[in-house]
Structure formats: structure tokens, C-alpha cells
């Protein structure tokens, strides 16, 4: 849903024609965990030829019921005191759509996706099917080998990826630092011993893509 409303910029605008530019601001919700499940369909035993993907948004009726509920969540705050002083007019879906029918038709003809692809190296127990680090970060059967990213949650977190990552990373960072992480490699080498080296592989931002 975009409002118009003021908003702080990071820095100076000169405004557009004598009257001044107009101040929008953009308010959106979106679903962490869905009902609905995509697909993806290999059509062509060419390795290179690109396999039918679907999406499958909204399809399960409790997902476009939670984004309709949204759309009434976000109009009650934009009611509140002292936002609504600020607040000429909702450009999306609007005011005058007001029926559950209509409300549904918008979400359906305006739905969207924003993806941060996580899970595909989860973490888990040595030996599981799909468990590739453990708690630790450390990549099973290898020595002085960590990954820290989106990519080892096994689970969907209900808040920007990015932030969790990043609370991840640090704590992995801190145990690597400490000596808490189990590998032996990273114990204090014996005299005339070269110490053996440690690899991490670790990204501070969201892996995203649109």
C-alpha cells in the first residue's frame, strides 16, 4: 500500500516546480510462511534448457485471506493518531475498495515477490539427508572449513533475513575468536608446529534475488 505522507530523506531535495515535489511514503506486508507451495518442472532432457517454474502465489485460500486482513491492519494504523494527520490519500488499492470481493481482486492483480534464497546449505546433525554444517557453522567432515550465511537456516525466519545473518555471524565469529568451536585446528599449536589454517566462508548481507 502507498500513502501520501512526509518522511525524513537522507539529505536536501530541491523541490520540483515552484509548488514543490509531492511526499509519498510506501507501507507494504507481505507473508514469512504461506500455505501456498510453488513447483518446478524439468520439460526437456537438454541439461541446458530452463525447467517451467511455478510460484503458486496465493493459490491456498488462507494466504490471500492473511493478505486482506493485512490490508485492514494497515488502514486501522494509518487511522491512528498522530498519522493520519499527515495522510491525504491511499493510492493503492484506494479507498473506494472496500468489499472483501474487491479487496481480493487487487491483491491478486497487484501481488509481487521478494525472495532471499536461505536453506539451500542448512544447518544439522552429521549424517541427516540434507544437513551440510553443524551448529557451529562447521561444514561436516572437514577441518577449519565454516559457512555463515543465509543459506544455513533450515527454517524461514519471520523477519529480514539480513538482520539474522548478521546476529548469526557474529556469535560464529565470536566462538571462532574464543575457541568454542569444536575442530581441534583451532587450538593453539604445539612448539615448531605450524598452525593450520582456518577457512571461513561468511557474507554479512542477505543472498536476494527478484
Given at each position: 500500500?502507498?500513502?501520501?505522507a512526509?518522511?525524513?530523506?537522507?539529505?536536501?531535495?530541491?523541490?520540483?516546480?515552484?509548488?514543490?515535489?509531492?511526499?509519498r511514503?510506501a507501507a507494504?506486508?507481505?507473508l514469512?510462511?504461506?500455505?501456498?507451495?510453488?513447483?518446478?518442472?524439468?520439460?526437456?532432457?537438454d541439461?541446458?534448457?530452463?525447467?517451467?517454474?511455478g510460484?503458486?502465489?496465493?493459490e491456498?485460500?488462507?494466504d490471500?485471506?492473511?493478505m486482506?486482513s493485512?490490508?485492514?491492519?494497515m488502514?486501522?494504523?494509518?487511522?491512528?493518531?498522530?498519522?493520519?494527520n499527515?495522510?491525504?490519500a491511499e493510492t493503492?488499492?484506494?479507498?473506494?475498495v472496500?468489499t472483501g470481493?474487491d479487496?481480493?481482486?487487487?491483491v491478486?492483480?497487484?501481488k509481487?515477490?521478494?525472495?532471499?534464497?536461505i536453506?539451500?546449505?542448512?544447518m544439522?546433525?552429521?549424517?541427516t539427508?540434507?544437513?551440510?554444517?553443524?551448529?557451529?557453522?562447521t561444514?561436516h567432515?572437514?577441518?577449519?572449513?565454516?559457512?555463515?550465511?543465509?543459506?544455513?537456516?533450515?527454517d524461514?525466519?519471520?523477519?529480514?533475513t539480513?538482520t539474522t545473518t548478521?546476529?548469526?555471524?557474529e556469535?560464529?565469529?565470536?566462538?571462532l575468536?574464543?575457541g568454542?568451536?569444536?575442530?581441534d585446528?583451532?587450538?593453539?599449536?604445539?612448539?615448531?608446529?605450524r598452525?593450520?589454517?582456518?577457512?571461513?566462508?561468511m557474507?554479512?548481507?542477505?543472498?536476494?534475488y527478484?
Amino acid at each position: 500500500m502507498r500513502r501520501t505522507a512526509p518522511h525524513r530523506p537522507c539529505r536536501r531535495r530541491r523541490p520540483r516546480g515552484r509548488g514543490g515535489g509531492r511526499r509519498r511514503a510506501a507501507a507494504g506486508h507481505g507473508l514469512s510462511r504461506t500455505a501456498s507451495r510453488g513447483g518446478i518442472e524439468i520439460v526437456s532432457r537438454d541439461p541446458d534448457a530452463a525447467p517451467r517454474i511455478g510460484l503458486g502465489l496465493l493459490e491456498h485460500p488462507d494466504d490471500l485471506r492473511r493478505m486482506v486482513s493485512g490490508i485492514h491492519h494497515m488502514r486501522q494504523v494509518a487511522k491512528s493518531s498522530p498519522l493520519r494527520n499527515h495522510i491525504k490519500a491511499e493510492t493503492w488499492p484506494g479507498l473506494v475498495v472496500t468489499t472483501g470481493a474487491d479487496l481480493e481482486r487487487a491483491v491478486l492483480e497487484g501481488k509481487n515477490i521478494c525472495c532471499h534464497a536461505i536453506g539451500t546449505c542448512v544447518m544439522g546433525r552429521e549424517r541427516t539427508s540434507a544437513a551440510v554444517v553443524d551448529q557451529s557453522g562447521t561444514v561436516h567432515g572437514t577441518d577449519g572449513l565454516y559457512v555463515m550465511d543465509a543459506l544455513i537456516r533450515p527454517d524461514i525466519p519471520e523477519l529480514p533475513t539480513g538482520t539474522t545473518t548478521m546476529m548469526s555471524a557474529e556469535r560464529i565469529a565470536d566462538d571462532l575468536r574464543q575457541g568454542d568451536c569444536p575442530p581441534d585446528n583451532l587450538r593453539e599449536p604445539a612448539a615448531g608446529q605450524r598452525p593450520a589454517r582456518t577457512h571461513v566462508a561468511m557474507r554479512f548481507c542477505q543472498t536476494s534475488y527478484a
